[in-house]
Structures are given as structure tokens and as C-alpha cells.
């Protein structure tokens, strides 16, 4: 298992004494939970702010991120109770996936990090998908892949920036980057590897594989022809391995004790699976922004339709999971459309009757899920008696229908989704999605208390690390509580059959 504390904080029949500490770096900021070790009673939280990154051109400075760790960590501190700082033992780091940081061969970063929003690699992605086909690229790396995934980012760094590309001697992706301050290793884990669009994650027995063959095709022009890939990659830790400790300069940045052990860390999704205590058949929907459903499994998932990413978890699995584009960003669009906030919206989406009415496509902004980037939304099925109400349930049944169909999808691979549903994300708040999800599923649906799930799962990981256990025994001991169950109400509403009709209607208006 590598270096651990855990025997010498287990004690005989005692609880272990320590602080851990979980780290979430998203694309919007940095936040930073401090649990006890003992019994994962949130002790202090933390947060600092990243500089904007909106689609299209969508870049960061990484020495941003390092700063805002170093700012969150010390508010934390500073929140929590006196002492807790030489108490920590343990971090672990959950961040954004599929950014590219590019290091040259003194550790340096070379330009600002692209990260997975950034969709200037489209034509570079499109064109190694046209060399590769994407049953290949489904069964190679477990998904077709997408702008986001680092692998076209890497591809439009060697046709617009070559002189980058020649320096380039280390690819990380921003938890690595992070990962790399804090120890000065060069080291990744499974779920972040796996969505490089250049990893096995089910080769030498679950362990995974680098597949240098596949990066050599991102510069078919020899901007640097001589390149060893395979030199540039980072290590692939195991899940419950110590990958280093804290360095001094990074424990000063930090405002902790030297020597802290550090986890592997992981993408904020697989991150969230831990800090949610979801084990498999429990399926997560995750409603921001954008919308995920996911659920951990035993068994990879390589759907050559691209609609599932057969991605690793944090726990030595996998964790198949659907993402969508237009999420609660549609129904605060249409809630001012009605002339209500999200409350309003949501109570009139709870009046609407059971039976027919109007289906709404949310591809406000093109969708990903299915692959329609030139999309629009589209309203079906208006008649005179159509209400405020029925456009409002509309709305936000077409959110869901597209993770609905996702979790459908799963089921086609014998994925098992026959556990609890789990809902988080800024419109699990609202009682109409919970409701009407729970309706067209015909199952319960479930709030947990895990306000910050990815920093949360993050703790969970730096708990087995310190304490020597494996990650999904430490996720089973620290599970959190459920806040709030809603049970389905009988409907006549078909979920099968309304997706299919506002996916047909899509494509139909979609501009050519």
C-alpha cells in the first residue's frame, strides 16, 4: 500500500486521533473541508475564488489555483478550532477534469492551463476522430471522446503553439498540477487518466496502461517528431497509496505541519461518488449547471456511441456516467420567461397536471448529450389549453429526460443501477426536480447531507490513506445522512417516449 500512518494512529481500541483535510479546485474556486479523522464531523470550511473561465476560449493560470489553495486551507483554519492545524495528517486533492497543464523540463508551466470547457480544439478533435474511429476509441480508452478530453487539447498545442509543444517534457491535469506543488512528484490516479482520452483503465488487471501510440497522433505535421510521449506522462497511483508528502515551501503555503501525507486524489465527479457514500447500484444525478448522472460499477462500460464515458473511479472501479450541457441554467431561463424565480418556477411545475401536455427541448445552447452542438430548444405540443403551469413541469422534465435516458443507456450495458438515487447539485433545492424526477423514474429520491461532496470525497480518500484502509471501506464507514426523501406520484407520463420525441424535434430544427 505504500507509506501510511495508519498504524500508528490506529491505536488498540482507540479512535484515531487527526484532522484530514479535503480539497476541491473546480473551475470556479477552491474549497477546502477539514473533518475529524475520528468520526468525519466537519470541523471548518474554507473557500477562495478562481479568475472567470466562460466557454470557448476558457483558460486558467495554475499559479491561481495554487494561490486560492493556499488562501481556502488558512481561512479554514482560521474557522476551525484552535490546535487544528498540527492536528492534520492527511489531504487529498479532487479537481476539475481533462484540463492540459503543460510543464517544460524544469517543472514550469508553459502557457495557462486549457481547460475541459475550452472547445478551441474542436477541429484538432474532429480530425483525430476521423483517423480513429470511434468503436476503436471506445474500446482503447472507454469513450469516444469529446473538446473537453486532454488529448485534443494536445492536438491543437502542436498545430497552433509548436514551439510549446517541442518544450513540452510533462503533461498533468490540474489535480496532478496541484498534486505536484504540494510533493514535487509527478503523479496522477485512474479517474483522472481515464478521461485523457490516452489511458487504459482496464489493462494489467484494472491498473491501466498509458497508450503513447494514440498521443503520437495528435502532431501528424512533426512539430516534434522525435518526441517520447511516454516520458511526458505522469505515474498512476493506486487508489488508497500515499503518493507523497508535503513539501516545506508547500506546508508554508498551507499553514500546516511539514511531512503531511498526501493522497493520489482523483477527478471532482469520481470525488463526489466518495463524499456521497455511494456504493454500486446507487445512482447519482447531479443537477448544476450542467447535468451528470452516474453510478459506481464493478465492471468498465465502452459505449461506442460516445453517450456514456466508461471512466475509472476512485476505488479501483469504474464509474460509467452521462453528461448533458443544459441543466438548471434552462429552468432560470425559463423561469424568467415566466416572470418567476426559481421557487416560483418550481411550484408551478409541481401544480401542472399528471397527464399530457407540452415537451420541451433544453438545448438552449447546443447539447453534448446527445451530440447536437448546433441545436436549439424547441417547445412541442402547444394547444389552447396549454398552461403556465404545463411549461413550467415541461421545463424542467427536459432536463432530466436527457439523464433519464443516460441512466437507460447504463441499463442497456448491464450496468447496475438497482440502488438509492441520490440527488445534489444547486437544483436538488428545488421541489419540483426532486418530485418530478422521482416521478418519471417511479422510484424515491434522496438529498444527502453532503453540501460539498467532491472536497467531502477528497476527506474520505485522505482518511484511508491515513488510517491504512481501503477507499471504499473508509466511504462505507463515513457515508452521510439522507436530508430528504421524496416518493413518486402516479403518472401517465411515458420518459421513454417524451425524450425521443424532443431529441426528434431537435434534430430536425438543428441548423446545418
Known amino acids: 500500500m505504500g507509506e501510511s500512518a495508519g498504524t500508528t494512529m490506529r491505536g488498540a481500541g482507540r479512535a484515531p486521533d487527526g484532522v484530514v483535510a479535503g480539497i476541491d479546485s473546480s473551475t470556479q474556486s477552491c474549497k477546502v473541508e477539514l473533518r475529524d479523522l475520528a468520526d468525519a464531523r466537519l470541523l471548518a470550511v474554507g473557500r477562495a475564488p478562481h479568475p472567470p473561465a466562460p466557454g470557448g476560449v476558457s483558460e486558467q493560470d495554475p499559479q491561481a489555483w495554487w494561490e486560492a489553495l493556499g488562501r481556502a486551507m488558512r481561512a479554514a483554519l482560521d474557522a476551525a478550532p484552535p490546535g487544528t492545524a498540527q492536528r492534520v495528517v492527511a489531504l487529498s486533492v479532487a479537481a476539475q477534469c481533462h484540463g492540459l497543464v503543460p510543464l517544460d523540463a524544469r517543472g514550469a508551466v508553459l502557457r495557462p492551463a486549457k481547460l475541459w470547457n475550452d472547445t478551441t480544439c474542436a477541429p484538432e478533435l474532429a480530425r483525430l476522430r476521423q483517423r480513429v474511429d470511434d468503436a476503436t476509441w471506445a474500446r482503447r480508452v472507454g469513450t469516444v471522446p469529446t473538446p473537453a478530453f486532454t488529448i485534443g487539447k494536445l492536438a491543437w498545442l502542436a498545430a497552433h503553439e509548436p514551439a510549446n509543444l517541442r518544450a513540452l517534457a510533462t503533461v498533468l491535469l490540474p489535480h496532478d498540477y496541484l498534486t505536484f506543488r504540494l510533493t514535487g512528484e509527478r503523479v496522477t490516479d485512474r479517474s483522472e487518466a481515464s478521461g485523457t482520452g490516452y489511458f487504459d483503465a482496464t489493462a494489467d488487471d484494472g491498473r491501466g496502461r498509458w497508450l503513447p501510440d494514440l498521443l503520437a497522433l495528435v502532431d501528424p505535421d512533426g512539430a516534434d517528431p522525435d518526441k517520447d510521449w511516454a516520458a511526458t506522462l505522469p505515474r498512476v497511483a493506486r487508489p488508497d497509496e500515499v503518493v507523497g508528502r508535503l513539501t516545506p515551501v508547500a506546508a508554508e503555503h498551507l499553514g500546516l505541519p511539514g511531512g503531511v501525507l498526501v493522497g493520489p486524489g482523483g477527478g471532482d465527479q469520481h470525488a463526489a461518488a466518495l463524499g456521497l457514500g455511494a456504493g454500486p447500484g446507487d445512482v447519482t444525478f447531479s443537477l448544476g449547471t450542467s447535468g451528470v448522472v452516474f453510478t459506481p460499477s464493478a465492471h ?174 473508509q466511504r462505507d464507514r463515513w457515508r452521510p445522512a439522507i436530508l430528504e426523501q421524496t416518493v413518486p406520484r402516479p403518472s401517465r407520463r411515458d420518459p421513454g417516449a417524451l425524450y425521443r420525441r424532443t431529441v426528434a424535434d431537435a434534430a430536425v430544427l438543428a441548423p446545418t
Open 300 to 473: 468498465p462500460v465502452h459505449d461506442p456511441s460516445g453517450t456514456i464515458d466508461g471512466v475509472a473511479d476512485l476505488t479501483g472501479g469504474w464509474l460509467p456516467l452521462v453528461s448533458t450541457l443544459n441543466a438548471a441554467r434552462v429552468t432560470d431561463q425559463v423561469a424568467g420567461w415566466l416572470g418567476v424565480d426559481a421557487a416560483g418556477l418550481s411550484a408551478l411545475a409541481l401544480a401542472a397536471g399528471p397527464g399530457e401536455g407540452p415537451a420541451f427541448v433544453p438545448f438552449l445552447e447546443g447539447e453534448r448529450t446527445p451530440d447536437l452542438p448546433r441545436a436549439r430548444g424547441v417547445i412541442a405540443g402547444l394547444d389552447s389549453r396549454t398552461t403556465r403551469e404545463d411549461l413550467a413541469r415541461a421545463a424542467v422534465e427536459g432536463v432530466l429526460l436527457g439523464l433519464v435516458n443516460g441512466l437507460d443507456r447504463m441499463r442497456e450495458f448491464g450496468v447496475d443501477v438497482s440502488g438509492r438515487v441520490l440527488v445534489v447539485g444547486g437544483a436538488a433545492r428545488s421541489p419540483a426536480y426532486r418530485q418530478l424526477l422521482a416521478d418519471l423514474l417511479g422510484t424515491p429520491t434522496l438529498v444527502p447531507d453532503a453540501d460539498e461532496a467532491s472536497a467531502r470525497g477528497a476527506c474520505v480518500q485522505a482518511a484511508a490513506v491515513a488510517l491504512g484502509v481501503t477507499v471504499p471501506e
